[in-house]
């Protein structure tokens, strides 16, 4: 079932164009992200899904429904938590969703929501006592208190330390169990590769690609690297003859190996054959920051902006 539909979105301000001919659909169960630069028309992109904000052209479907015509019924059937969210610092966490859910018809039991995320215990805290992961536990627990079909979550973890953002993680993985679609708008990669089964890169208000998170890895970045000092005098040779080999570099003992396939596999066969050691092995895979880069020309906001980003994901061994 296709929960969301988007056919040639626009969106203009001024002169400005902020969305430009973007389609894209999202199926029932998925975790689906949207990326890009800072005003690259990410939130203007899911606030027209939202019915927060009117398209100027370009065809919408959410459940079936038009977020123009219907966005009264349709906001009874989604979840939403916005880039910038608050509420009054002295409401209690119990009366914010209690509040919350005196707006729907149907809705989620919010003392069962308060066990579920781990609040319970702050039943009875002001909001501005709540730390800052807490306050994303409350805000999640708001946008799901009507017992949605489809949430969206923009930059849910933007101002999180590692723990408390990766803690969020394990909670969006959680609404989806929970057989709730996700709509996630997010600038951090290690969070989109963590998360979407499929991203949106959106450049400029258009869209770049859309794939998997591995997808858009191998489409844009399919290169990786395996660096090692061999135990023996070595003929790059031997390696340069290998199909899945693009570039062999020697720099004093260390020698670095670029292609593509089971390249790890190539290289460590050969070695073996040859009675050489690796020592010292690292295998740089490409990461979706490679990625983004690569599609954008410019890193995310938030990326450490370091040469040799995908580390991150290296395997490292001592031989």
């Not at 809705?107 to 909001?127: E, M, Q, S, V």
């Not at 290690?190 to 859309?210: F, K, P, S, T, Y």
Request: hydrophobic share 40%; aromatic share 4%; net charge neutral.
């Amino acid at each position: 079932m296709t929960v969301i539909d988007v056919r040639n979105l626009r969106k203009e301000y001024g002169r400005h164009v902020a969305v430009d001919d973007v389609s894209f659909s999202v199926e029932a169960g998925e975790i689906f992200g949207i990326l890009g630069p800072n005003g690259a028309g990410k939130t203007t992109t899911v606030e027209c899904v939202e019915g927060l904000r009117r398209a100027d052209a370009g065809t919408l479907k959410v459940l079936g429904l038009d977020p123009r015509a219907d966005g009264k019924r349709l906001r009874r059937r989604i979840g939403i938590q916005l880039q910038e969210s608050q509420i009054p610092e002295r409401l209690k966490v119990w009366e914010a969703l209690d509040l919350h859910s005196s707006f729907y018809d149907t809705p989620a039991d919010w003392r069962r929501l308060l066990d579920d995320w781990g609040l319970a215990a702050k039943r009875d805290t002001p909001f501005a006592k709540l730390s800052g992961g807490q306050k994303q536990r409350l805000f999640i627990m708001l946008a799901l208190v009507g017992s949605p079909e489809l949430v969206v979550l923009d930059e849910l973890t933007t101002g999180l330390d590692p723990q408390a953002r990766r803690d969020t993680w394990e909670l969006i993985e959680r609404v989806r169990a929970g057989g709730v679609t996700v709509l996630l708008v997010t600038h951090f990669m290690e969070e989109a590769e963590r998360l979407c089964d499929r991203v949106m890169v959106i450049d400029a208000g258009r869209v770049v690609a859309v794939d998997s998170p591995s997808g858009l890895i191998s489409r844009a970045v399919p290169e990786q690297r395996v660096r090692f000092r061999p135990s023996a005098p070595l003929d790059e040779r031997l390696l340069t003859g290998l199909p899945e080999v693009t570039r062999v570099s020697m720099t004093g003992t260390r020698v670095e190996v670029s292609g593509n396939g089971d390249l790890l596999h190539a290289v460590t066969s050969v070695l073996a054959r040859h009675q050489i050691v690796a020592g010292d092995l690292r295998v740089d895979q490409p990461s979706l920051d490679d990625a983004f880069v690569a599609l954008t020309g410019s890193r995310p906001p938030g990326s450490s902006g370091s040469p040799g980003a995908s580390e991150s994901r290296s395997a490292h061994r001592r031989g």
